[in-house]
């Protein structure tokens, strides 16, 4: 996942310490994602999917600050894949294979030819040009060679995850996100973007079709300030991008499930890059947030803990700034507070009951909650006896890792908290 100022003319080109953590983020979401997807297929003898870097780079990098050699993304996502594969098979009785076929684009001519020979060098040489493509283009002017070998590895259902690391915004536009999820119901992206670089192509006529497209009142949400003015805050262009343009974005591109999170920087930790995950299920978007959680010294959310965290009193620029959301203990404990009264007030509005996966669908894109951590309130919920959580069975489940999708959720005849 490069950038533009990346060079290997010379060898590996240099890396900030910091953008190590997006190559963390993406194997743990690989290896989290391959158990997901293979946890309820004990028959099964193959998955397979393409994985797509889009902006790839040349495969090794030097870190600035120590000169240690570090792996790129595509060396990285190869390994993760193996581990994920070992972790998944030592728990079943039949073995899967994780047939991955991996495409790896870049418009850098000197970044893929580095590849080809750090793939080469470390015993992948052989697959390049089978189950590994190497594609020097735009990753835009590519987007339907991609396509078609998505569609070539797995004609009956397309699969894939998109890894978009781009340096701006205009190197995928929304349009072109838009054919991605609506290629196939599986495909995922995964955007990342430059903070610095994203205020570039910001203004205040961008504001004002936000505006319009959403139909909200932006310029209350500012103070009558400008984009510009925005800008010279950092927390405030922060909290601007995740409470507004994370909400145009996901309008044009379609996607039902998304979270609008940065990944912190080094020294003040205020987010030097923006880290959307985009998708057409609730399971992906819940895979992403445990990341976030389990990564919680690397990102930061600007809104609230619950149900709306991107609501305006919650994002409003008007208010006092407290230092963000930290995916940290306090964070947790904040969230769990917040989800024990909203959940409950939702339930008691039930006109029938739900199930969980319905509860946790309609609301996870307004909440920073994992589906574990809405168990967990369901659950003390349960244990007052303001809620009732039935198997498919009708038994009665009480505690949350027992709770699954299909669990149907009811308030109970004499609910307490709010009458």
């Known amino acids: 996942m490069a950038k533009k100022h990346y060079d290997w003319t010379d060898g590996p080109a240099e890396l900030d310490e910091h953008s190590l953590t997006k190559h963390s983020v993406l194997v743990d979401y690989l290896k ?9 297929a004990p028959g099964r003898d193959v998955f397979r999917i393409t994985l797509v870097d889009g902006f790839c780079g040349g495969g090794l990098y030097k870190l600035k600050k120590t000169g240690a050699e570090a792996l790129g993304s595509p060396l990285r996502m190869l390994q993760a894949v193996q581990e ?3 972790l998944i098979n030592q728990k079943r009785t039949k073995p899967i294979v994780l047939d991955v076929q991996y495409v790896f684009v870049d418009a850098d001519a000197t970044a893929i030819l580095h590849l080809e020979t750090v793939l080469k060098d470390h015993g992948y040489g052989a697959k390049i040009g089978t189950s590994i493509h190497l594609i020097r283009n735009e990753f835009g002017l590519a987007s339907d060679e991609v396509l078609q070998l998505i569609k070539r590895h797995t004609p009956r259902t397309s699969k894939a995850i998109f890894f978009l690391d781009q340096y701006g915004y205009t190197d995928v536009p929304a349009p ?3 054919k991605i999820l609506y290629g196939a119901h599986g495909n995922e992206v995964v955007l990342t973007f430059h903070v610095s670089s994203f205020a570039t192509y910001t203004n ?11 139909q909200i009142d932006l310029q209350s949400c500012l103070d009558g300030r400008s984009i510009d003015s925005i800008k010279d805050n950092e927390a405030d262009w922060r909290r601007f991008i995740q409470g507004a343009l994370y909400q145009a974005l996901v309008t044009e591109c379609g996607a039902r499930f998304f979270t609008p999170f940065f990944i912190r920087g080094e020294g003040s930790g205020h ?10 299920h609730h399971r ?48 947790h404990h904040e969230s769990s507070k917040a989800l024990l009264e909203q959940l409950a007030a939702r339930i008691y509005k039930f006109d ?8 946790f669908s309609d609301t996870c894109n307004g909440s920073p909650a994992t589906a574990g951590m809405y168990k967990e309130v369901l659950a003390i919920l349960v244990q007052e006896k303001e809620i009732h959580v039935t198997s498919a069975d009708k038994r009665t489940v009480r505690k949350a890792r027992y709770m699954s999708d299909t669990d149907v959720v009811q308030h109970s005849k004499q609910i307490r908290l709010f009458t």
């Open 32 to 40: 989290r994602y391959f158990g997901q997807r293979t946890l309820n």
């Open 352 to 359: 029938k009951p739900k199930t969980f996966g319905e509860i």
């Open 84 to 86: 994920a594969e070992f």
């Open 284 to 331: 992906a978007q819940d895979v992403m947030k445990q990341v976030h959680w389990k990564h919680h010294n690397h990102f930061m959310h600007y809104g609230g803990p619950g149900l709306d965290m991107l609501a305006p009193h919650t994002m409003g620029f008007r208010q006092e700034f407290t230092g963000g959301f930290r995916f940290d203990d306090v964070a």
């Open 204 to 214: 205040d006529e961008l504001a004002s079709k936000i505006e319009q497209t959403l």
């Open 271 to 280: 987010g030097e890059y923006w880290l959307v995950h985009l998708s057409q």
């Open 176 to 178: 072109l996100i838009r």
